[in-house]
Structures are given as C-alpha cells and as structure tokens.
C-alpha cells in the first residue's frame, strides 16, 4: 500500500479496511513520518481504534483525541511504533506506555545508510523469511537475499562467495526444515561465515557479524553456533521477534520490561 493509499483510508475513517489489511500483511509498517493527522479521527466512536503498530511516527502530528471515548483505555495500537522528540501527541498521552519505541536521530541516520545484511535460509521457510526481509526493508534495512540478489545464469556457489562476502551481518534463519534440508547451500553458508570469521580474526580484520535466528525449538546445528546468543522466535509475536532482530543489527540495545519495585521492598536476599 503506497502512502498516498494509506492517508486516503485514514482520512476516510476505513478503520476496519485498514486494520484487516494490517493484519493480512504483517510485514507492511506504515511510514507516516511528517505527516499532519491533527484533524483526523483515529479512534472513531463505536469502533476499534487504527493499528499503528511498528508505523514510523518521527515528526508525525496527531489529533488531540487518540483514545476512543465510547471505549475508555482503547487508543491506538502503538506497539513497536518508531517516535523521536518531534512526534507531537496530545498532552498527557504517553505513547511509550502504549508500546511505541523512542528513537534518536542517530540510530535512524545508521538504519537508513544501513548495514548489508546478507539472509541465509531453507527453502522451505521462504514464506516467514521473505516476509521477515519486508519487515526489515521497512525499516531500512539494506538486505541481500538469493531470490532478488542472485545473478542468473551464475553458479550458486559462486553467488553465494560474491554477495555475502560484501555483507556486515550475515543473519542465519535456522529451522528444524533447515536441519533436515538434503540441500547443501544452507549448510555452505553456515560453513563460509564461519570460515570469514576465522580469517578476518587471525588476519585483524572485522568479520561479518553472525545472527542466529531460531524459527522453531530445535537446538542450533554444533557447539560452537550454540555458544553464541540467538533470536528465539518459536511462539512469539512476528513484529516482536522483527524488532529484536532489527536491533541486533543496529547493535542498540532492546527495550526492558518496566518492574514494580514495590513488589520488592520487603524482599532479603537468600
């Protein structure tokens, strides 16, 4: 949906339109940065409030009203949003509290130069990969993967070499399909950035950064790959495991839940 497409159902009030379209296409983040929302209606009475989740709000403008008064604590669905000290919302509104990420002009300069990350995985976990790579190219992220960024008529191998070497992050979706796969790319990509890493160490040189990403239970391949920290997405949210993906490759650390202290003042130590 182009973002012309996307103010045009706002503006209309197609709140069930555009929370069905979000849903079917979880991968699409709205980019309304810079965008004046102050005279529209984004919680229309007797209705469920817009799904603004993982948009991009920097600099966006919204109305004074952002909460659905016939459904009192029902605003807008701000979960995982992007908002820097631009985003303008009504006064005693805490967008945070509703889910929404502050960003600072700094991680979003490093997110839209980007880091080459090249996406290794089986073939028969395209559907959540490829929509994964959306996701990430949403929030400008420059991707490197073999159905786009393959040369045809080239030897695979020799694809593989040429386009992950040129990469800063290799990011490795491992699955139990992956596991099993009786194909060798895979496992070569696993094998070759490995190999990178070994020599770029022994040479002094930076080596591609290895993300694991873990779609299911199964445990990682060797020793050596289950000593490293992974992204474990089995039963969690898509736009969840997205965002800990996103910051792993930015290198920011993620957001920690909120404690109630208050729980722990009569608390001893054992």
């Known amino acids: 949906m182009s973002i012309d497409e996307a103010l045009k159902m706002i503006r209309n009030g197609c709140v069930s339109e555009w929370n069905s379209y979000r849903i079917s296409n979880p991968a699409w983040l709205p980019d309304l940065s810079g965008q004046d929302l102050s005279g529209l209606?984004?919680?229309?009475?007797?209705?469920?409030?817009?799904?603004?989740?993982?948009?991009?709000?920097?600099?966006?403008?919204?109305p004074e009203i952002v909460e659905n008064v016939s459904r009192p604590g029902a605003p807008i669905r701000l979960q995982g949003a992007l908002v820097d000290s631009s985003t303008w919302f009504p006064h005693g509104f805490d967008p945070v509290a509703h889910?929404?990420?502050?960003?600072?002009?700094?991680?979003?300069?490093?997110?839209?130069v980007g880091r080459l990350v090249f996406i290794s995985y089986a073939w028969s976990d395209s559907d959540v990969v490829c929509a994964i790579e959306q996701w990430l190219r949403g929030r400008r992220i420059q991707t490197r993967i073999d159905r786009r960024d393959f040369s045809p008529g080239s030897r695979i191998r020799d694809e593989i070499v040429r386009v992950m070497t040129a990469c800063d992050v290799v990011l490795i979706m491992y699955s139990a399909a992956a596991a099993a796969s009786t194909k060798v790319w895979p496992?070569?990509?696993?094998?070759?950035?490995?190999?990178?890493?070994?020599?770029a160490k022994a040479n002094g040189k930076s080596a591609p950064r290895i993300i694991y990403v873990v779609l299911d239970a199964v445990p990682l391949p060797s020793i050596v790959e289950r000593s490293r920290l992974a992204i474990n997405a089995s039963t969690r949210l898509f736009a969840e495991v997205c965002e800990e993906i996103h910051s792993a490759i930015l290198q920011v650390p993620s957001d920690m839940p909120n404690v109630d202290l208050r729980k722990w003042d009569g608390y001893r130590f054992p």
């Open 41 to 62: 209606d984004l919680a229309p009475i007797g209705k469920v409030p817009f799904d603004l989740s993982g948009a991009s709000l920097l600099g966006t403008r919204f």
């Open 99 to 112: 889910g929404a990420r502050v960003v600072s002009a700094d991680l979003m300069a490093r997110s839209a």
């Open 187 to 199: 496992a070569f990509e696993r094998e070759l950035v490995a190999d990178m890493e070994v020599e």
